[in-house]
């Protein structure tokens, strides 16, 4: 598990249960704001409130790559490939990076204000994000252009999953909104939600079943798991 405290990044081991700072920025006034772990390779990828991404080899412990002036302002979300880095900031604009080349892939302007959430479908080619501007955007990889902008919900989207046993994405909403949220990445329609009475901060599918685990935050900070049907959701 890797966390950011400030300018300070640690990592603690399930293993082990050993703890280590990793790293530690000189400006007390950059704090990191985004962490990621690479997918199927050793690397840990975090933002910065400068805009910066580095990215660190957690076997030879020590740095691998940087990309600096990624954006204009702080970088709250992060997304990872087996080879691409993906990257919200508060300019709601997205990156992708490709760490093999150090080169920038594509970007494109998401959102209208900060990006507070960001996830790649499983087959890695789609991005979905979630904005303070109450949008949920779909992109593909494939095309390079945006699929959709769904504008459902009434409150900052966080908390994202692509269900990995169906062509679903779900999205949960802020305390206005209170909503999770699942739309079809093929009819790209919303097709099912439910309000949970709460703030939805984070959302999981399960890789084996069709369960979705979601934390809440104001009012009933809660840990719901939900059973998953073809056109309905049920709490468990």
């Given amino acids: 598990m890797a966390v950011g405290l400030q300018s300070s990044l640690y990592v603690w081991s399930g293993c082990s249960s050993r703890v280590q700072k990793i790293y530690s920025s000189e400006d007390y006034s950059d704090y990191i704001c985004s962490v990621a772990f ?38 709250g979300s992060l997304g990872c490939t087996p080879n691409l880095i993906s990257t919200g900031g508060r300019d709601g604009i997205i990156t992708i990076q490709d760490y093999r080349t150090r080169t920038e892939v594509t970007s494109y302007k998401a959102h209208q204000q900060e990006i507070c959430g960001l996830k790649w479908s499983p087959d890695f080619q789609m991005i979905a994000s979630g904005g303070n501007d109450n949008k949920l955007v779909l992109y593909s990889l494939r095309m390079m252009n945006k699929m959709a902008t769904f504008s459902e919900h009434k409150a900052a989207v966080k908390a994202l999953s692509f269900d990995p046993n169906a062509p679903i994405i779900a999205s949960g909403g802020g305390t206005a909104d209170r909503h999770i949220r699942f739309f079809s990445t093929q009819s790209l329609t919303e097709v099912y939600s439910i309000d949970t009475g709460s703030q939805v901060c984070n959302l999981m599918f399960s890789p084996i079943s069709r369960e979705l685990v979601t934390t809440h935050g104001y009012s009933l900070n809660q840990i719901n798991l939900w059973k998953v049907g073809d056109n309905c959701v049920e709490k468990l």
């Fill in 38 to 75: 690479g997918k199927n390779n050793p690397y840990l990828a975090f933002g910065n409130t400068s805009g910066e991404v580095q990215l660190f080899d957690l076997n030879k412990n020590k740095q691998h790559t940087m990309f600096s002036n990624v954006h204009a302002g702080r970088i």
